[in-house]
């Protein structure tokens, strides 16, 4: 396993928070990083465009206050999420933002780019691009991802369907840079298998959507807290990808959940027909997304308690006895 300089001696555990579209925004960012993990969120989750740098003046000027003022336990660093995908007409004012406040981490979706790569890089930052399979793990990296973010089954999300042991164990045949594992983490002791799996990092946001300072309205948080990994139904109805979602969020939109439709997998839908008028229920605003493991999840609570007792559980995990 190969942890990059920029994360040593700054992590209290090996987490890196996912960035979530709509629900991960400056408050939650800067209370994950404070508490030792790194905090994301995708650059589209600021609108206007504008708001990006106000956003991105925000975490850097506040991180550096709380380092300045705890020398001893500097903060996690920070990513921002940028989609590839050739939908996003911000992409190049968003990473020109990003440039000129020398984000230290992006994490890449939705396609891998060279030149994307090599102007991260420029700046002196680190790139990490989600996939969910081999073939698309061993594209990122040719094209120049310094990690790997494996979104194994029972992720939260536009999701894959590979079980995480041979997600891991196969990467790594090839692959020595770091990893950060996605898939139904949702305790400390879930962190410690990743780890024991061969990942460098846990990759968790479904646990994070049930905190103080996320972007969720309550009930979504509320449903997160009281649903397990059966409440969980893996569809590409709502946007053309197949992704997890919350079973009563389809429930109260009046669709069934056992029989739902499937979407042309060439078509990003974003909820309207061709003539505007609307198609379905739209994702993440109507049709929550979840991973697996919020079973582990029983109450809404500050991200740095959350982070808290995720530590506490890692710190006591070991090996049981035969």
């Known amino acids: 396993m190969s942890m ?7 992590l209290s555990i090996p987490v890196i928070g996912s960035p ?11 209370a994950q990083c404070k508490a030792g993990v790194v905090g994301s969120f995708p650059a589209l989750n600021a609108r206007p465009a504008a708001l990006l740098d106000e956003w991105l003046h925000r975490i850097r000027e506040e991180l550096a206050a709380y380092d300045r003022a705890h020398p001893e336990r500097p903060s996690a660093p920070f990513a921002v999420n940028q989609i590839v995908h050739k939908s996003n007409n911000r992409l190049d004012q968003d990473m020109a933002l990003c440039e000129k406040h020398k984000v230290p981490v992006i994490i890449s979706s939705l396609g891998a780019r060279e030149e994307l790569n090599k102007a991260v890089h420029n700046w002196g930052g680190i790139i990490f691009h989600d996939v969910i399979n081999q073939k698309f793990a061993h594209k990122a990296v040719e094209k120049g991802a310094d990690g790997l973010i494996l979104v194994a089954a029972g992720a939260g999300g536009h999701a894959g369907t590979i079980s995480p042991f041979p997600f891991v164990a196969e990467t790594r045949r090839w692959f020595d840079g770091p990893i950060a594992l996605s898939g139904a983490i949702g305790n400390g002791k879930a962190i410690r298998a990743a780890r024991i799996l061969g990942a460098d990092f846990a990759y968790i946001g479904s646990a994070f959507i049930a905190t103080r300072e996320a972007n969720a309205v309550e009930r979504y948080k509320e449903m997160i807290a009281s649903s397990s990994a059966e409440d969980i139904v893996y569809s590409n109805l709502f946007t053309g990808v197949h992704g997890n979602y919350l079973r009563p969020s389809i429930v ?6 056992d029989n739902l439709e499937t979407s042309d997998p060439t078509k990003m839908n974003f909820g309207t027909d061709a003539s505007g008028e609307r198609a379905k229920p739209k994702a993440w605003k109507e049709i929550w997304g979840s991973g697996q493991g919020i079973g582990s999840i029983e109450k809404i609570v500050p991200a740095a308690e959350l982070i808290a007792r995720f530590k506490k559980e890692y710190d006591e995990a070991i090996d049981r006895p035969l």
């Open 252 to 257: 109260a939109a009046g669709m069934d959940p």
């Open 4 to 10: 990059p300089a920029l994360f040593k001696g700054r």
């Open 20 to 30: 979530l579209f709509i629900i991960s925004v400056p408050d939650l960012v800067i």
